[in-house]
């Protein structure tokens, strides 16, 4: 089975600008969660998407959003850029079949605000 | 608010040692505790614990969770450097949200 695939793997931005990044997870995973990793903050939960629906929200401004698709790809979308969005992006999908099930992580978007 | 600290926060050691890293934490809706290996890359899974008292194994590595204490650790026996990588624990609440602690960074010298 292919793994977690993410796009862009690396991305530059300026501030202001507005940002959209990809997700597709495992075939079969419906759950798809995404994460910001800085070196600052650490690992930090942005929001998960579950059957197109967002069932958890992390504590993240509503510059941050995400919407799941019915193929379970999901794309999360970052407006107005600031300096302290750069960061790791990380998505994580799970299949949510089996109670307890782990989460598989992408390699991640590196993004850059200049 | 949830809380989740790893220690060490950093750990060096040479090729053959043992360690034992910790980790512990407050979270509302606790569900399972994963452990994961990050190097320069995605965080690659390691364990999943979900009862008390119950070793998991795999190869030279074990953890184990307390939930009455609110504790685990992760052991790694005969360290190699291919270990040296930062460890990160969290517990999982309500769907998948995972709170991550700061992890601990581990570097085995040969």
């Known amino acids: 089975k292919a793994g977690v695939t993410q796009t862009p793997r690396y991305l530059i931005k300026t501030r202001g600008q507005q940002v959209t990044l990809s997700c597709s997870p495992i075939s079969g995973h419906r759950s798809v969660s995404w994460y910001q990793q800085t070196p600052g903050q650490g690992l930090q939960f942005l929001f998960e998407?579950?059957?197109?629906?967002?069932?958890n929200k992390g504590n993240f401004p509503g510059r941050f959003s995400g919407r799941q698709f019915s193929n379970s790809r999901s794309e999360m979308n970052v407006s107005t850029l600031e300096l302290g969005d750069s960061a790791l992006y990380l998505c994580?999908?799970?299949?949510?079949?089996?109670?307890?099930?782990?989460?598989?992580f992408g390699p991640g978007t590196r993004l850059l605000v200049l | 608010e949830d809380k989740v600290v790893q220690s060490p926060l950093s750990l060096v050691v040479h090729e053959g040692d043992t360690v034992t890293l910790n980790c512990s934490y407050e979270v509302t809706n606790f569900r399972s505790l994963l452990w994961y290996k990050q190097e320069k890359k995605a965080p690659t899974f390691l364990f999943m614990l979900?009862?008390?008292?119950i070793e998991k194994k795999s190869g030279r590595l074990s953890s184990i969770l307390d939930k009455k204490e609110l504790f685990s650790i992760l052991n790694i026996t005969a360290t190699q450097t291919g270990d040296s990588a930062v460890y990160l624990c969290a517990p999982r609440e309500a769907g998948n949200m995972l709170t991550f602690g700061g992890g601990t960074r581990l570097m085995v010298k040969p």
């Open positions: 998407y579950f059957s197109e629906t967002q069932r």
């Open positions: 979900t009862s008390s008292g």
């Open positions: 994580a999908s799970s299949s949510d079949r089996v109670v307890q099930e782990t989460q598989y």
